[in-house]
């Protein structure tokens, strides 16, 4: 047997020096080992003070730092754990826990501005963080920045598509956007990763609400209460949900017992306290229901509902008086709530103008502080003080604030204007517009500031087809009450039509954010998509509107149409085709399906087709004869078989039916080109060409100054070519501008008042505010 | 799979496959035409690895290039009008190489079977600087050797071919001042006098100091639309001996043209035997610029191509003329903006052309930005057929419009007849050549002599695509390298060709322009589907003069006219 050992003494001596050697090193190695590890646990064991106290002796130790932040955070110590995670993420540029802490910690103590700068510097130099990025999407999320909160969380999805947070922030923030399939389906990602986490359930529960799944969200919420038992959240929203949807007495008991249970787990929850008030009134006990509306307003003085409820039962028991005082605190706060929503959209809309921003905030201050909500208007007031440092104004508001402890009732409308106004109403709903317009006109003499009574003028008014006078009364009625939504909607509507598209979208948005289930916000949104040719966003809110009011053909109209442009061609024909199922002697809707037939026609050469489409135009004409759709529709389809003689008459009756549309006058030249006439052709074709480049110099001119608004060159030039194509209302709008601008001009001066009394001369007189 | 198809290659090339024998000769001696080496059956890219017809390429031809848009983000118009690229044979050897335009250039020589060499510092053109956007190709002074012009912002450079070695910057001596923001350029001969002369579109007013920078779009700030901004007109310039050129921009009617130019190329679209000028124009109506009595005319607007069948002007890019019904007329194919028709406009004769995008299945529904078009019969079935690059101007276009996206695939649409366009994207490319680009310039050619054509394309922030065609080689073709008669400039644009086979007759014209900003293969290619045997072929040069020939091989380039054949010339 050979043995692996050296067998002369030299060998071994040098194999004993090399053992010796390792084995020092050895405990060399284990010492150190062993000190870290001691040092390691010190820290972690150590108290705030402690590790104080290391850091006193070495301030460069990073981690000792973020272990303070950590335990300053637990002990609710922001300002300390503020300071401790700052430093720790300026000694470590690269420590997630460092930087995620400080930008968390600044956002609790409402340095806004910090944790986005924080998150945002983080950000720059790890771009694909998840949880840096998780982080910001609940940065945004919090300040109802729910766009750039479901972004950021998509991207974390993108980078870690196996992380459940990530998926359920999609979920959170695409409820939050009423996204609600797009939430269904990422919380189906989550719980494909993690099946039994009870957060996922209530967040798909939501989702399923929004897609009217009630029952599907129930069993979410049970599920989530059987994971976590502790839990009050998913209870809620059982009891809610069973609220909600309960239509007998039995159903009222069973919402009631789970609102109860609730209700010992969160007794400051004004929410239960209002439901199990509002059970306990279907149940008809009206004095525990008294009890809880009463409770509710204590725990939230502003709860509208609460008011609401109590105003009817006061008079049920014949205090009209008593009633009356709480429906007007109702409505008050209601239009509160309507303003604080309308101000916190702006801010968000105009985050990136920081004057305009602060403006708003301080009116948001100003609004909180009327409506005692003094804690959130001293919030509101910091962050302007964090923005605007030194700002004595904004102090002395902010002391104010910090004492006032009063509660304000408006004042309630009087009881003949009140009268006048539902007439005016009557009147309208009756089409008798004229009169409704002298009854508003009425209240209009005795309360200058009603905006109803605008809102119902400008209705009457839209009535009688005055749309350039309708648009200031609903102007004026926002102007006086921005809550005017009716008003709010009518103009959106009335911009579309003038081709001011984003302004119609604009507004809509802001509807939207209050209602976002109204059909027909949806449709009209669609409809200003479809007018800048936005087909995507057009389909996605008729496909909206549809989803809210699937019975509504007008809507499935729009959505096949927005489909057809999107290319998706067999469900905008399955649409229209359902759509004629139920209305198969409507001539617009067989012009628009025939028109569609045409179109499709063309690129697929489908003989048959091209036969039903023309049979669908012709069906229609007999309907209505003056169709343009279908006259124009056919005039094509013959165009493109070769048939111009035939074509001619149709896109001829086309033309007189709307002058305005410029396709026609095109493919009347190209028609006239097929039969060899020459000097049609070419008469069609300048006309096309004149329309043409008006329309462009119009349309370039409007985005210019839409970009440089303060350009008098580009005022001047838009109201003259406004003028140019008789659209007065916008050209003295913008000679309005301009001279505003430019007050010495005479020229233009001269040119405004001519077309303003060539526009009063057919109007009808309403009150106008200066220089409007 | 990979290991059977290996082996399948190798057991070829040890029985020496004609296709590669074949492809080989024409790769070292282009100007032989004899017929007894003439094979029927080219077989090479039979034994294809995929199905797709097109394959990138790039990285195993040799080719190691990267566009990049310097400067801040989002991008402004300037920063979105992209590049140019070029198939041309620089040193004259038959073999086509490539030439990449961008603000470093890059020259690669091609080797005929597939494979390129960088020469860009070799011949010279490593030194050159500038924001060069397009190129030209054409022989100036009729040395035999393609010259180049390359388009700029601020500036353009006219490149001689030194003997096809290298090239020089002669742009101080040619008489062609610096242009505002040069995009196409083309050489065409349009006054007959035997040298090219050259058209370089301008795009728009537009500097470091012109507001608006960006536009607000839907709340996302990015490039404005052209119509911000005042149009740039063309220029024109009559090439002379010693390479002096004469700006007659006024004297031709260019300045009446719109400007805002993007693609230009020269036709006989109406057999005047003179050259006209399509230009397209970005969101101005388009021009199409009739050669008249020693000028131009402008009947974009009567003719109907200004516009596209509703009367709406579009975002013109890129452009191509070919005869796509073989009705024997020229029709012109344009390249549009997202959501607008990219367009076809059937030459009705007469001056009067249809925009059947529609009906041939090129209608308004296609979703991207096209900027490179061109004709070509990729299965030589005898019907031109279209390949389109893609991408959009904004580079953050998705923030503000969630159905858009920066980055557009290539599409290929098959053309059934005549009739109709079949979408041939997924089926015709893999995946690598169709990958979401920033796509702009896009050329043509036959780079390995196969008689399939292939494609050259621009990632304005990415690399080249080089796509091979691998189209099973079950139809006919011819290819022809043409010689003018004395008088006529050497590379012969806007020759006339028509071919006779199989019962049907082809026409096809000499161009290497056309697309966007981007330079072809000049060679005239027929594919000729089942036809067996041309019967004639006959070109008309742009002199007038009307040649005849017959008894001409099928499957291979060839030179007209022939050392010898039979030959009939005659007058018109």
């Known amino acids: ?772 | 799979m990979r290991l059977v198809i290996l082996v399948g290659v190798i057991l070829l090339a040890g029985f020496g496959g004609v296709g590669c024998i074949r492809s080989k000769e024409t790769a070292s001696n282009p100007s032989e035409t004899t017929t007894d080496k003439f094979s029927s059956v080219p077989s090479q890219n039979a034994l294809s690895s995929a199905n797709s017809i097109f394959r990138d390429v790039t990285d195993s031809a040799g080719i190691h290039y990267r566009w990049e848009i310097v400067g801040k983000r989002p991008l402004n118009i300037l920063q979105t009008i992209g590049n140019g690229c070029a198939f041309l044979d620089y040193d004259g050897d038959g073999n086509l190489d490539i030439l990449l335009v961008g603000f470093k250039l890059a020259l690669y020589k091609g080797n005929g079977k597939g494979a390129f060499t960088e020469v860009t510092s070799r011949t010279g053109l490593d030194k050159l600087k500038g924001n060069f956007h397009s190129c030209a190709v054409g022989d100036i002074d009729n040395d035999g050797h393609d010259d180049v012009y390359l388009s700029a912002y601020r500036g353009g450079v006219m490149l001689h071919n030194e003997g096809g070695e290298s090239f020089r910057d002669i742009s101080s001596s040619t008489g062609i001042p610096s242009q505002p923001f040069g995009t196409t350029c083309a050489f065409g001969d349009i006054n007959g006098d035997g040298y090219l002369d050259l058209f370089i579109g301008n795009y728009i007013k537009f500097g470091p100091d012109t507001r608006p920078q960006l536009c607000d779009n839907n709340g996302v700030k990015g490039a404005c639309g052209p119509r911000f901004y005042e149009p740039e007109k063309g220029t024109l310039f009559l090439g002379g001996k010693g390479m002096r050129f004469q700006d007659v921009t006024k004297a031709w009617n260019i300045h009446l043209s719109e400007g805002k130019a993007l693609g230009s190329a020269f036709a006989d679209y109406n057999n005047s035997g003179k050259l006209s000028l399509a230009i397209a124009n970005d969101e101005v109506p388009g021009d199409l610029l009739s050669n008249k009595n020693g000028k131009f005319e402008n009947v974009g607007k009567s003719s109907g191509v200004a516009y596209d069948d509703s009367g709406k002007v579009h975002g013109g890019m890129g452009l191509d003329w070919g005869d796509y019904d073989n009705d024997g007329k020229l029709d012109l194919a344009l390249a549009a903006f997202a959501t607008e028709a990219k367009c076809i406009y059937r030459n009705d004769g007469d001056d009067v052309f249809s925009d059947k995008s529609a009906m041939l299945g090129l209608g308004p529904s296609n979703p991207y930005v096209t900027f490179g078009i061109k004709w070509l019969d990729y299965d030589n079935d005898g019907y031109l057929d279209l390949i389109l690059c893609n991408g959009h101007v904004q580079d953050n276009i998705s923030e503000s419009d969630k159905t858009m996206t920066y980055r557009q695939p290539t599409q290929l649409y098959h053309n059934a007849g005549g009739g109709h366009f079949e979408d041939m994207s997924v089926a015709g490319l893999d995946e690598k050549s169709r990958r979401p680009i920033v796509g702009r310039g896009l050329a043509i050619g036959d780079y390995d002599n196969d008689g399939k054509i292939d494609v050259l394309i621009v990632d304005s922030e990415g690399r080249p695509l080089l796509l091979h065609n691998e189209m099973p080689a079950v139809s006919n073709w011819v290819g022809f390298k043409l010689t003018p008669p004395s008088g006529v400039a050497r590379n012969a644009y806007g020759a006339m060709i028509s071919l006779e086979a199989g019962g049907k007759k082809y026409l096809r014209h000499c161009h290497a322009d056309g697309s966007f900003m981007a330079s072809s293969d000049s060679r005239i290619h027929f594919g000729l589907g089942d036809a067996k045997k041309i019967d004639k072929v006959t070109i008309v040069w742009l002199n007038g003069k009307k040649e005849s020939y017959s008894d001409i091989p099928l499957n291979r380039y060839v030179n007209l006219p022939p050392v010898k054949s039979s030959k009939n010339s005659s007058s018109p």
């Open chain 1, 1 to 772: 047997m050979n043995s692996f050992l050296p067998t002369d003494a030299k060998s071994r001596g040098r194999l004993g020096l090399l053992f010796a050697l390792l084995v020092l090193c050895g405990i060399v190695a284990a010492t150190l080992w062993a000190n870290w590890i001691h040092a390691e646990q010190e820290l972690r064991t150590a108290d705030t003070s402690k590790l104080q106290e290391i850091l006193k002796n070495d301030p460069g130790n990073t981690k000792a730092q973020l272990l303070l932040g950590t335990k300053l955070e637990a002990k609710q110590d922001l300002a300390g754990a503020r300071e401790a995670y700052k430093r720790a993420a300026e000694l470590d540029g690269d420590s997630e826990s460092a930087w995620l802490g400080w930008a968390r910690v600044s956002q609790k103590t409402g340095e806004i501005q910090e944790a986005y700068s924080v998150l945002e510097v983080f950000m720059k130099s790890h771009p694909t963080n998840v949880n840096a990025l998780l982080e910001l999407a609940a940065f945004y999320q919090d300040q109802d920045a729910v766009i750039r909160a479901y972004d950021s969380a998509k991207k974390a999805t993108q980078i870690a598509p196996k992380n459940v947070r990530a998926w359920r922030r999609v979920a959170t923030t695409a409820v939050d956007l009423t996204l609600y399939t797009e939430a269904e389906s990422a919380i189906g990602h989550a719980l494909a990763l993690i099946p039994d986490d009870w957060r996922s359930y209530y967040v798909l529960g939501k989702a399923q609400i929004g897609l009217h799944k009630e029952k599907d969200a129930l069993g979410s919420f049970e599920k989530a209460s059987q994971l976590a038992p502790d839990e009050v959240s998913p209870l809620r929203e059982i009891g809610a949900l069973q609220f909600a949807t309960a239509v007998s007495d039995e159903d009222f008991k069973k919402a009631l017992n789970t609102l109860k249970q609730v209700n010992k787990s969160a007794p400051e929850d004004a929410g239960i306290t209002l439901m199990i008030g509002k059970a306990l009134l279907r149940l008809n006990d009206k004095v525990g229901a008294e009890k809880e509306f009463n409770e509710t307003i204590r725990l939230a003085p502003n709860e509208a509902s609460a008011y609401f409820e109590l105003s009817r039962l006061a008079q049920a028991s014949g205090d009209s008086k008593m009633a009356s005082t709480l429906k007007a605190r109702h409505d008050d706060l209601e239009a509160y709530r309507m303003e604080k929503g309308n101000l916190l959209s702006l801010i968000y809309q105009d985050r990136d103008d920081v004057s305009k921003s602060n403006e708003r905030r301080l009116k948001l201050a100003r609004l909180y502080a009327k409506h005692n909500d003094y804690e959130l208007s001293i919030r509101e007031y910091k962050h302007l003080q964090a923005r605007v440092p030194g700002d004595a104004k904004i102090a002395k508001e902010l002391q104010d604030v910090e004492r006032l402890a009063t509660t304000a009732f408006p004042e309630n409308l009087s009881v003949s204007e009140v009268n006048l106004l539902a007439k005016g109403d009557e009147f309208r709903s009756k089409g008798k517009f004229r009169d409704a317009g002298r009854i508003y006109a009425q209240v209009l003499v005795k309360n200058k500031k009603s905006a109803p009574a605008y809102l119902g003028l400008g209705l009457s008014l839209l009535g009688n087809g005055d749309k350039d006078n309708a648009f200031r009364a609903f102007n004026k009625a926002l102007e006086i009450d921005p809550n005017q939504d009716a008003a709010q909607f009518e103009v959106a509507r009335l911009y579309r039509e003038m081709d001011f598209a984003d302004e119609a979208i604009r507004r809509l948005e802001l509807l939207l954010k209050k209602d976002p289930v109204n059909a027909q916000y949806h449709n009209e949104r669609g409809l200003a998509y479809q007018k800048v040719e936005v087909f995507g966003p057009a389909e996605e809110s008729f496909l909206k509107a549809v989803t809210v009011e699937p019975g509504n053909n007008d809507f499935l109209i729009n959505l096949a149409f927005a489909q057809a442009k999107n290319n998706k061609f067999a469900e905008a024909e399955r649409n229209y085709r359902a759509a004629l199922l139920k209305e198969p002697e409507n001539g617009v809707l067989l012009a628009f399906f025939g028109s569609f037939l045409v179109e499709r026609s063309q690129s697929t050469g489908n003989s048959a087709m091209v036969k039903e489409a023309e049979d669908i135009l012709k069906k229609s004409l007999a309907l209505s004869p003056n169709n343009f759709t279908a006259s124009f529709g056919l005039g094509n389809l013959y165009l493109n078989r070769g048939d111009a003689a035939v074509a001619l008459p149709y896109l001829m009756a086309a033309n007189r039916q709307n002058p305005e549309i410029n396709v026609v006058y095109y493919r009347l030249a190209v028609a006239y080109t097929k039969i060899g006439d020459k000097d049609k052709a070419k008469l069609y074709r300048k006309e096309s060409e004149r329309r043409t480049e008006y329309f462009n110099r119009r349309s370039n001119t409007e985005q210019l100054t839409r970009e440089s608004p303060k350009d008098p060159a580009l005022r001047i030039k838009l109201a003259r070519i406004y003028a140019e194509g008789g659209d007065l209302t916008r050209a003295i709008n913008q000679y309005q501008v301009y001279l505003t601008m430019k007050p010495e001009d005479a020229t233009a001066r001269k040119e405004r008042d001519a077309l303003v009394k060539k526009a009063d001369s057919s109007n009808i007189d309403i009150p106008r505010s200066e220089g409007s």
